[in-house]
């Protein structure tokens, strides 16, 4: 009987040495009084020693070595902490992603610059006082291109704007190669609306059409993509978490102070089912997001190919001038069709045949910028390396708000194993991890959530995603339906259609290559002066003089 009796006795120091040491430590709050006060608070809010937790509204009412005023500074706390990794994910993201919008639309914008640039200084080298004369029809034309790249289909209509330019065109080049005539504006404007008909340029016109529409919607679409990414996240980090939220965190996070217990830190599980209630709303968001990301790169793939901006804009000069050379070789069949149309025009009283090709102001051949001496774009550097950088951070952004509990509960944060603050004491939590999403939370062991109650914020910013997804997919298709100007909606009509049929997604044609080496003028003749009585020779004479100012040309001013 003597072993059972000692080790009865034993037991019993035991139990209650271990009973004394927590009593003690509860009696003795200084851990808590040093942790409180590394937190911001006012040391004096602690109590030397444990006191009665009836009062506490949170965390367990036993002895206690927090009173209701430090309860409610710790939840606010908790808010704060629990907060603030979700926060600064979120502003990585936001950062990330307006940086990648800076990016594209400073390169896109440059482009455009760049072209304009190069085709003015072709030009003039090329054709001299008569493209400086007429340089205002391409000024206008790239400041269209420009507003229509800002803001879409409400400022210009592409399709229109690229008719009346080449039809602006074909008048000033119609005049040039007929001077030996006298045009009526009524004359003038029946010549503009056979353009189509005529195709004095060639396939030029519908191809640039083409490649301009879906090049141009692509990257307008795009970037306003980029735009929208960090409004979204911006708006969904600002939403407030609900009262009960508040209470779980604080719960999971502080309740250990009450019991003395300030490193005990939560068991992972307990922390993913408090994140997941608190973040239920924003999980929802999760799968228009992936749509839309998916969409984004799905449009990323088109402009690394067939609706890269990039290889349509930089050689708009030798594009335009392919187009004048094409003019230039028809000319005569031109004008015959215009004649048995239009009517028989009057000689010009003003016309002089002895003009000599140094009076048309043609001086030299065409000759285009090598591709070393054309402006360098934005930072030096390409569409293609802008689209693969972009492509991985839109990847990485996937599933972004369904992961956010995982990313928060990790680390220092959590306790792993069995020795973890489970909610009421330092044990193993047994509740079973729920999953994302608002419907999931009817079963949340630790936050209370209302399911009847979608965050209308969020409601938003999923609708938002999904209008910008149906562009997205539209764009990717070569066809513009967000006509609105982000200062001033016009409507919602679809326009700018880059395909008007199943069979140009096929056609070989619409992405023509530029030849490094653009053929020269066809007409190059060296004309020979004529005498005033050569009547008939005269008259030949004059329409060869006339079809080497053409010379590709640009377009003199209008002679009378």
């Known amino acids: 009987m003597k072993p059972v009796s000692v080790l009865c006795v034993v037991s019993t120091l035991v139990v209650l040495c271990v009973s ?68 600064r994910l979120s502003t990585n993201l936001q950062s990330t992603f307006r940086q990648k919008h800076d990016h594209f639309d400073k390169f896109f914008r440059e482009l455009l610059k760049n072209a304009h640039v190069s085709l003015h200084h072709m030009f003039a080298r090329t054709y001299g006082m008569m493209y400086m004369q007429n340089s205002e029809l391409f000024d206008n034309f790239f400041k269209a291109l420009m507003r229509y790249y800002v803001s879409g289909s409400a400022a210009v209509n592409l399709d229109s704007m690229l008719s009346d330019f080449w039809a602006d065109l074909l008048e000033r080049m119609f005049r040039l190669v007929n001077v030996q005539y006298e045009f009526s504006p009524a004359y003038m404007e029946c010549v503009s609306q056979h353009t189509e008909q005529l195709q004095p340029f060639g396939d030029v016109p519908r ?27 911006n ?140 402006p360098t774009t934005a930072a030096g550097t390409s569409l293609d390396r802008l689209t693969i950088d972009v492509k991985k951070k839109l990847k990485n952004a996937k599933k972004f708000w369904s992961t956010l509990p995982e990313t928060v509960c990790a680390g220092e944060r959590i306790e792993p194993g069995d020795d973890c603050w489970n909610g009421t004491a330092k044990s193993r939590y047994e509740s079973v991890v729920i999953g994302n999403g608002l419907a999931n939370q009817v079963s949340n062991p ?72 653009p053929g020269k003028p066809a007409i190059e003749r060296e004309v020979k002066g004529i005498k005033p009585s050569d009547g008939g020779v005269a008259s030949k004479g004059s329409m060869a003089l006339a079809l080497c100012g053409l010379a590709l040309a640009l377009l003199a001013p209008h002679l009378r």
């Open 235 to 374: 708006k969904v980090s600002m939403v407030s978490a609900s009262p009960s939220c508040v209470r779980a965190s604080m719960k999971m996070l502080y309740c250990p102070y009450c019991s003395g217990q300030v490193a005990l830190k939560p068991c992972q599980n307990y922390c993913l089912n408090v994140l997941r209630g608190c973040l239920a709303n924003q999980a929802d968001l999760d799968a228009e997001w992936n749509n839309f990301l998916d969409a984004m790169l799905s449009l990323a793939d088109r402009l690394e190919g067939p609706f890269n901006f990039e290889s349509v804009v930089e050689p708009i000069d030798v594009k335009i001038s392919e187009a004048i050379m094409n003019m230039q070789e028809n000319s005569m069949q031109v004008s015959q069709k215009v004649f048995q149309g239009c009517g028989q025009p009057k000689p010009s009283t003003a016309f002089r045949s002895t003009r000599s090709i140094k009076d048309t102001g043609f001086n030299g051949r065409f000759r285009p910028y090598s591709p070393d001496a054309r």
């Open 446 to 517: 630790d936050v209370d959530v209302d399911i009847t109650k979608p965050d209308i914020v969020i409601r938003t910013q999923i609708a938002a995603l999904k209008e910008m997804t149906s562009w997205l997919k539209a764009a990717h298709s070569g066809n513009d339906i967000s006509i609105d100007n982000d200062e001033d909606s016009s409507g919602g009509e679809e326009s700018g259609s880059g395909c008007d049929s199943p069979s140009c997604e096929n056609d070989p044609d619409i992405y023509f290559s530029t030849p490094p080496n």
């Open 20 to 87: 004394m040491t927590a009593e003690q430590k509860l009696k003795n709050c200084n851990d808590v009084r040093a942790a409180y006060s590394s937190k911001g608070f006012n040391v004096n809010d602690v109590p030397n020693k444990g006191v009665n937790g009836a009062p506490l509204k949170v965390c367990p009412q036993g002895f206690s070595c927090c009173t209701v005023e430090m309860e409610e500074k710790l939840s606010q706390q908790s808010h704060t902490e629990i907060k603030a990794p979700v926060s």
């Open 207 to 233: 191809k640039l059409r083409i490649q301009l529409t879906r090049s141009f919607v692509a990257a307008r679409t795009f970037v306003r993509g980029l735009t929208l990414m960090p409004e979204v996240v």
